[in-house]
């Protein structure tokens, strides 16, 4: 079952970002069964996704065959940098380097070692306190030093001639580039791929079971927030994920080439709030909910158990108003499950617990036929003593996203270190086939309040731009009557509204990112040359050539002017509606000065001009441009 729906194949072959695996290699590590022995390349895939949208996925061994040329910024992963690259390979990234590419090496080994990286004496190293040198400002700096670290690196005596360090860790230098020819060199000497999935999907013990990590904090039952990576995440503000892919992507590799990426948000907004209800066998009056978001012109995700109690009544009342009705899987754990009686006759010794199939297809009898269930929430957040159990369940079963990792009793916030949708990991080291969508809060739960909700959104529009996924049960009331709770769940509209973030169902957001992922990107950058001097002619008869005078003295070459404007070609296919182009604001001492949709100067005076939207992120500021469906033709230019 774990090999049938372990990889998707990558959805995009045209993405300006190449990340270079090897699947064997991954595969080998898998074996002993350790989750700490995997290697977690496969991890830079949810990188891609998160920050740029479309990418390329490459073997090593196809690498060798590969126009490099066609890419700005190549990664090769821990995978692919274990052993040493065949000689013409070595060669041709070196030529790519020297070009004007863009290369990120995580833990290089041997020749690539050599070419390209620090020493590495010190060798392999766990944890270690991070000091952030270059890249980020106050506060994300400071947030980025208090990350847990939750993966090893590789320690070197120094840092290597030449190189820009970005980060360090107890002094040695773990993130740095090198100028090489006109291109760049990037090392990441974390095992980023490790770090990013600890924290995404969090740590289970090393044989991949779960257990009960914080039982004086956490129910003695098994949920998701077991898994949570350390106890300081348990009531965290901060994706720390997100941050430290952000500063990877916008600190330390547009420093080197400016990043184009498509922004992960529809209408340019600053992020989406995604509204959930847990229906808990209320029945069709939890709908109630649903009846108040209609009139306010709003939407939300329904999770239900499927149950008699909630029928065709109660889906027609939560869709009529554009809110969707998906799956709330009673998973088997502790007594809790739905169950069949088993006999023959009225003699029904045995009860068989619903599977997952059994539950999806019982709630399709309440919606039309055309409406997919793809999504589901775990009920009480129950999950199995299986890191990736539960994903493979639902990838058998057809289910594409997921939304049961986050808070319950005694926790809030950003519990996995991220609130945009990552793949979730098998443990082979490959994606399992389920997209997960953590959520932050759930109702007033481990002390959200107006205070705490309103700087989380804040915080979100100023830097951290997030898909704000929150939880508010309809018979939350039932258990303690409040007026507060009430105006909670109508505030958090109000917050969203007041900070740009869009209000979108799970499936909504789903869609749209997917086809973010699938769309087509291109860009070159240009220096803008001077206008060419006109040469005098002179006008001689039909029967002969027009000639240069002998006596013009030859034009001495121009000199390199670093003030010369820069102009960004960008092309983008955009699948549907909503979508936006982000560019940094500055690039080598250059701001965006004119932005047009279409290329000036190429045969037509008539290119309109287009006034981007201005926005940080931790600390970068980039501009957003929105694009049509289709094909989009975008010219940026940069001066002092």
């Given at each position: 079952?774990?090999?049938?729906?372990?990889?998707?194949?990558?959805?995009?072959?045209?993405?300006?970002?190449?990340?270079?695996?090897?699947?064997?290699?991954?595969?080998?590590?898998?074996?002993?069964?350790?989750?700490?022995?995997?290697?977690?390349?496969?991890?830079?895939?949810?990188?891609?996704?998160?920050e740029?949208?479309?990418?390329?996925?490459?073997?090593?061994?196809?690498?060798?065959?590969?126009?490099?040329?066609?890419?700005?910024?190549?990664?090769?992963?821990?995978?692919?940098?274990?052993?040493?690259?065949?000689?013409?390979?070595?060669?041709?990234?070196?030529?790519?380097?020297?070009?004007g590419?863009?290369?990120?090496?995580?833990?290089?080994?041997?020749?690539?070692?050599?070419?390209?990286?620090?020493?590495?004496?010190?060798?392999?190293?766990?944890?270690?306190?991070?000091?952030?040198?270059?890249?980020?400002?106050?506060?994300?700096?400071?947030?980025?030093?208090?990350?847990p670290?939750?993966?090893n690196?590789?320690?070197?005596?120094?840092?290597?001639?030449?190189?820009?360090?970005?980060?360090?860790?107890?002094?040695?230098?773990?993130?740095?580039?090198i100028?090489?020819?006109?291109?760049?060199?990037?090392?990441?000497?974390?095992?980023?791929?490790?770090?990013?999935?600890?924290?995404?999907?969090?740590?289970?013990?090393?044989?991949?079971?779960?257990?009960?990590?914080?039982?004086?904090?956490?129910?003695?039952?098994?949920?998701?927030?077991?898994?949570?990576?350390?106890?300081?995440?348990?009531?965290?503000?901060?994706?720390?994920?997100?941050?430290?892919?952000?500063?990877?992507?916008?600190?330390?590799?547009?420093?080197?080439?400016?990043?184009?990426?498509?922004?992960?948000?529809?209408?340019?907004?600053?992020?989406?709030?995604?509204?959930?209800?847990?229906?808990?066998?209320?029945?069709?009056?939890?709908?109630?909910?649903?009846?108040?978001?209609?009139?306010?012109?709003?939407?939300?995700?329904?999770?239900?158990?499927?149950?008699?109690?909630?029928?065709?009544?109660?889906?027609?009342?939560?869709?009529?108003?554009?809110?969707?009705?998906?799956?709330?899987?009673?998973?088997?754990?502790?007594?809790?499950?739905?169950?069949?009686?088993?006999?023959?006759?009225?003699?029904?010794?045995?009860r068989?617990?619903?599977?997952?199939?059994?539950?999806?297809?019982?709630?399709?009898?309440?919606?039309?036929?055309?409406?997919?269930?793809?999504?589901?929430?775990?009920?009480?957040?129950?999950?199995?003593?299986?890191?990736?159990?539960?994903?493979?369940?639902?990838?058998?079963?057809?289910?594409?996203?997921?939304?049961?990792?986050?808070?319950?009793?005694?926790?809030?916030?950003?519990?996995?270190?991220?609130g945009?949708?990552?793949?979730?990991?098998?443990?082979?080291?490959?994606?399992?086939?389920?997209?997960?969508?953590?959520f932050?809060?759930?109702?007033?739960?481990?002390?959200?309040?107006?205070?705490?909700?309103?700087?989380?959104?804040?915080?979100?529009?100023?830097?951290?731009?997030?898909?704000?996924?929150?939880?508010?049960?309809?018979?939350?009331?039932?258990?303690?009557?409040?007026?507060?709770?009430?105006?909670?769940?109508?505030?958090?509209?109000?917050?969203?509204?007041?900070?740009?973030?869009?209000?979108?169902?799970?499936s909504?957001?789903?869609?749209?990112?997917?086809?973010?992922?699938?769309?087509?990107?291109?860009?070159?950058?240009?220096?803008?040359?001077?206008?060419?001097?006109?040469?005098?002619?002179?006008?001689?008869?039909?029967?002969?050539p027009?000639?240069?005078?002998?006596?013009?003295?030859?034009?001495?070459?121009?000199?390199?002017?670093?003030?010369?404007?820069?102009?960004?070609?960008?092309e983008?296919?955009?699948?549907?509606?909503?979508?936006?182009?982000?560019?940094?604001?500055?690039?080598?001492?250059?701001?965006?000065?004119?932005?047009?949709?279409?290329?000036?100067?190429?045969?037509?005076?008539?290119?309109?001009?287009?006034?981007?939207?201005?926005?940080?992120?931790?600390?970068?500021?980039?501009?957003?441009?929105p694009?049509?469906?289709?094909?989009?033709?975008?010219?940026?230019?940069?001066?002092?």
């Amino acid at each position: 079952e774990a090999e049938r729906h372990a990889l998707e194949p990558p959805v995009s072959t045209t993405g300006e970002l190449l990340i270079v695996v090897d699947p064997e290699t991954v595969r080998q590590t898998s074996l002993a069964g350790s989750f700490a022995q995997v290697d977690w390349s496969y991890g830079w895939m949810n990188l891609a996704e998160q920050e740029f949208g479309p990418y390329t996925l490459l073997e090593r061994s196809a690498l060798r065959t590969t126009d490099l040329a066609r890419y700005r910024y190549v990664v090769m992963t821990r995978s692919a940098t274990a052993t040493d690259p065949a000689a013409e390979t070595l060669s041709a990234l070196d030529t790519y380097v020297s070009a004007g590419g863009v290369l990120v090496l995580e833990q290089p080994t041997g020749k690539l070692r050599s070419t390209f990286a620090a020493d590495g004496v010190g060798g392999t190293k766990q944890g270690g306190k991070i000091d952030v040198i270059q890249g980020l400002t106050a506060p994300y700096e400071q947030q980025l030093e208090a990350m847990p670290n939750l993966t090893n690196y590789i320690a070197s005596s120094g840092p290597r001639a030449g190189a820009v360090t970005y980060l360090e860790i107890d002094g040695s230098p773990v993130v740095y580039r090198i100028e090489r020819g006109r291109g760049h060199a990037i090392t990441v000497e974390l095992d980023l791929g490790r770090q990013l999935v600890t924290l995404q999907q969090g740590r289970p013990e090393d044989d991949f079971s779960v257990v009960n990590r914080h039982p004086d904090v956490l129910l003695p039952v098994l949920e998701t927030n077991d898994l949570a990576a350390d106890r300081s995440l348990l009531d965290n503000r901060v994706p720390y994920a997100d941050l430290l892919e952000r500063f990877l992507v916008h600190g330390v590799i547009s420093d080197a080439r400016p990043v184009v990426s498509l922004w992960p948000f529809p209408s340019a907004a600053n992020g989406v709030l995604l509204m959930t209800h847990d229906e808990e066998e209320m029945g069709n009056k939890a709908a109630w909910m649903a009846q108040w978001e209609k009139e306010r012109g709003v939407q939300s995700t329904y999770f239900v158990i499927p149950t008699e109690a909630f029928g065709k009544t109660g889906a027609r009342a939560v869709r009529a108003g554009g809110s969707e009705v998906q799956l709330h899987w009673v998973l088997p754990q502790d007594g809790q499950g739905l169950f069949d009686d088993v006999g023959v006759w009225k003699i029904n010794p045995m009860r068989r617990a619903r599977s997952l199939a059994d539950q999806k297809k019982a709630l399709a009898t309440v919606l039309p036929d055309n409406v997919p269930i793809r999504a589901n929430r775990t009920h009480y957040l129950m999950w199995t003593d299986q890191w990736a159990g539960a994903f493979r369940s639902m990838a058998a079963a057809g289910i594409t996203i997921d939304t049961s990792y986050g808070p319950d009793l005694k926790c809030r916030g950003y519990l996995f270190g991220t609130g945009l949708p990552y793949r979730a990991m098998d443990r082979t080291g490959l994606p399992v086939g389920v997209t997960e969508m953590p959520f932050v809060s759930a109702e007033t739960l481990g002390g959200v309040d107006s205070a705490w909700m309103a700087q989380i959104f804040t915080e979100s529009r100023d830097g951290h731009h997030q898909a704000i996924n929150v939880l508010f049960h309809p018979n939350a009331y039932a258990w303690v009557p409040s007026v507060e709770l009430f105006d909670l769940w109508l505030a958090t509209y109000d917050l969203a509204d007041a900070t740009g973030h869009e209000i979108l169902t799970i499936s909504q957001y789903h869609e749209f990112f997917t086809a973010r992922r699938g769309s087509h990107l291109r860009s070159s950058v240009r220096k803008v040359l001077p206008p060419e001097p006109k040469v005098p002619v002179v006008v001689v008869p039909d029967d002969e050539p027009a000639r240069v005078p002998e006596d013009e003295p030859a034009k001495p070459a121009p000199k390199p002017d670093p003030d010369r404007p820069v102009r960004i070609r960008i092309e983008v296919d955009a699948p549907s509606a909503g979508h936006s182009v982000a560019v940094p604001a500055r690039t080598r001492g250059l701001e965006i000065r004119q932005t047009w949709r279409g290329e000036p100067g190429r045969g037509s005076d008539d290119v309109p001009e287009v006034v981007p939207r201005n926005v940080e992120v931790v600390g970068h500021h980039l501009r957003l441009i929105p694009l049509r469906r289709g094909a989009n033709l975008i010219t940026v230019e940069y001066r002092r």
